[in-house]
């Protein structure tokens, strides 16, 4: 599905990619355009290093939906997954089977790998995690908004979040649920997630609510009708190594991808000189791999976007990318 259609009718859209390859602008230019199509529309971002007030040219009082003047249907958000990170600490060095002294006994399984990246992610994950447990909570809260728009969308290694309903149900739950009758391990975990904040000594009950709201989530991240991935790159080798990963991932969480953006084009012009000209055809040249792997091979759509004389920011600037954007 082309993104325009995407912004017609899906319910979430995603942007997503490495730092600084464009997913602000893209995702921000891509909302002005569903809202000026009637779509009332909510911009959102997770990204603990916020862009959207910036490029909007707005204020964003933190974890305040803000409408935009002058642009009907449009709201944007800044959420601040770090306010809370001391609480959730914990998690970091949390290692639940030596708390129950079967760490030697259990450490060579296999299968503790996933439930040792929940449990043990560094700050960096943890970051990611309270951002995509905020994505979470806003697909199943009820809202007004025909369209939600996630500027940063969840990265490969957060999104195994999605597979917790699968890891509890399995032996690993049992012990992480026994594990609960002794004590409160997860108390830290439920807390990702939703935005409770008393003492609760049922934590079963509230492991079990965030499975189900997990399994929900998940229902509308995997229905293609409902949610897309927009990954944004730009022309590097780099780029394009990484976005392979980044679609493995999504394809293994059975996240929808349609577009790919191509961002910051070199254009054919007499006017480049001797450097951008160089830049040029190193950029043409993986824009051919990127056609052949991305194109091709995997069926997605590319969107080319040149790069700009300016920076792209505020309205008219959005707009003019928009118009690349969205054909
Ligand atoms: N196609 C483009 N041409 C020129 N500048 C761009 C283009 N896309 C993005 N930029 C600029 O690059 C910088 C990073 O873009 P941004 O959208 O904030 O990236 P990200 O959200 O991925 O970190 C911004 O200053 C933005 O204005
Ligand atoms: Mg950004």
């Known amino acids: 599905m082309e993104l325009k259609e995407q912004l017609l009718t899906l ?4 942007f997503g990619g490495k730092g600084g390859v464009g997913k602000t602008s893209c995702a921000t230019s891509s909302a002005i355009w569903a809202a000026e199509h009637g779509r009332n529309t909510l911009i959102i971002s997770t990204d603990p290093a916020h862009s959207l007030g910036d490029s909007l040219g707005v204020e964003l ?16 958000l800044e959420i601040n997954p770090k306010a809370n990170m001391a609480e959730f600490r914990g998690l970091t060095d949390m290692n639940p089977l030596e708390e129950m002294g079967m ?32 994505i979470l909570e806003f697909i199943e809260t009820e809202h007004d908004y025909d369209l939600v728009i996630f500027d ?7 999104l195994r ?33 939703t935005r409770e904040e008393k003492k609760t000594d049922n934590s079963l009950d ?16 995997t229905n293609p009708i409902k949610n897309s991935f927009v990954i944004v790159m730009i022309p590097e080798e780099m780029a394009i190594l990484e976005t392979g990963r980044l679609l493995n991932e999504l394809v293994k969480y059975e996240i929808p991808v349609s577009n790919i953006v191509v961002n910051q084009l070199y254009q054919d012009t007499t006017e480049l000189c001797d450097f951008c000209k160089t830049r040029r055809e190193m950029q043409q040249k993986n824009l051919g791999k990127i056609k052949e792997i991305f194109k091709n091979k995997l069926n997605k759509i590319l969107i080319e976007v ?14 003019e990318m928009g118009k690349f954007l969205i054909r």
């Open 11 to 14: 319910k979430i859209i995603m």
């Open 103 to 134: 760490g030697d006994m259990m450490g060579g399984m296999p299968l503790l790998g996933d439930l040792e990246d929940l449990t043990s992610m560094n700050p960096p994950g943890i970051d990611e995690a309270l951002a995509f447990g905020k």
């Open 206 to 221: 509230v492991l079990e609510k965030l499975n189900q709201s997990i399994i929900n989530a998940k229902d509308d991240l």
């Open 306 to 319: 040149p790069l700009f004389k300016e920076e792209v920011r505020e309205y008219e600037k959005l707009k």
């Open 161 to 193: 979040f999605l597979s917790l309903p699968e890891t509890l149900s399995g032996w690993i739950g049992k012990l992480i649920k026994m594990r609960m009758r002794v004590g409160n391990m997860f108390g830290t975990l439920k807390r990702l997630f």
């Open 152 to 158: 940063t969308a969840p990265t490969g290694h957060t």
């Open 61 to 76: 009082p933190p974890g305040i939906p803000t409408s935009i003047e002058d642009i009907e249907n449009l709201t944007a």
